[in-house]
């Protein structure tokens, strides 16, 4: 009975009834093994099922977690975003009884293909099988038009980084959230969230402090105070903002800065913690 009971509660139509929650995955460890604050890879996972990168996806998963992610969104091939994606395959390889769905550009996919998974830097596992069928599989999608992944809706648009990158929102009907990825300056991902009726979450970079707003240019990516300037671009008033991709070398100045922008209900994204909206 307890099991039925246990079984039910986990039907995906439950799901729309609670919040939906995600985790900005550890990727650094001190010296005892506990995970630390200073993020080195992204990889997010929302309701233990869907991963946005796959950074540290091999390594920061629980066993449950690795038993139901079956989805990843890839914003982009730098690898910070797919460091540990071969792996998280190649581990789940001969258990898997249905591919790994990896959603991405047509871009993308031919850079993961062209520079991960080309047969040297790691095996091309979307031309691999185990005796349950394929082990991992493309979805591509195009930027503009939304596209379903597990009991979620996304649509993705071109964000201003050095490499073909997209932000998204990401919506389960009642709770909607946006992930900017790896970005400078952009619009095209303000008029998506600005057409967007409600907001719950903005997650948004902010990789280098102030001082080296030269190299965040070059490298297309916010201080703290061009963050400032693009979130003026936002209509929707009053919405948690949680800053991430902080670069773990400036990480104490980069927070200093954030804080004293002195933007309401904007926080450093904590590592590991379960946010639900
Ligand atoms: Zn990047
Ligand atoms: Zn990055």
Redesign the pocket.
């Known amino acids: 009975m307890a099991y039925t009971e246990a079984a039910l509660s986990s039907f995906p139509e439950n799901q729309t009834l609670t919040p939906v929650k995600i985790q900005l995955l550890p990727s650094t460890f001190d010296d005892k093994g506990r995970a630390t604050q200073e993020q080195r890879l992204t990889c997010y996972l929302i309701d233990d099922c869907v991963a946005i990168d796959a950074g540290s996806i091999a390594i920061a998963l629980s066993t449950e977690q690795r038993n139901h992610v079956r989805d990843i969104i890839i914003t982009?091939p730098?690898m910070?975003?797919i460091a540990s994606l071969p792996i998280f395959i190649d581990d789940l390889f001969g258990f898997l009884d249905r591919p790994v769905r990896i959603h991405a550009t047509e871009e993308v996919i031919n850079l993961l293909e062209r520079d991960v998974f080309n047969w040297t830097v790691y095996p091309r596992f979307s031309e691999l099988r185990n005796e349950r069928g394929p082990v991992m599989e493309y979805v591509p999608f195009k930027v503009g038009v939304e596209f379903k992944v597990a009991h979620l809706k996304v649509t993705a648009v071109n964000v201003n980084?050095i490499?073909p990158?997209v932000g998204m929102i990401v919506s389960d009907e009642k709770t909607t959230l946006a992930f900017s990825s790896?970005t400078a300056e952009t619009e095209e991902f303000w008029q998506l969230v600005n057409r967007t009726e409600r907001i719950d979450a903005l997650l948004i970079e902010a990789s280098f402090p102030n001082s080296l707003s030269k190299l965040a240019e070059d490298s297309r990516h916010f201080t703290p105070k061009s963050l400032k300037r693009e979130l003026g671009k936002i209509k929707h008033k009053g919405i948690d903002i949680l800053t991430v991709h902080l670069k773990p070398a400036y990480r104490e100045t980069v927070v200093e800065e954030l804080k004293a922008l002195d933007i309401p209900k904007l926080n450093v994204m904590e590592i590991g913690h379960a946010y639900e909206w």
Do not use: E, I
């Open positions: 982009h730098h910070d975003h980084h490499v990158t790896d």
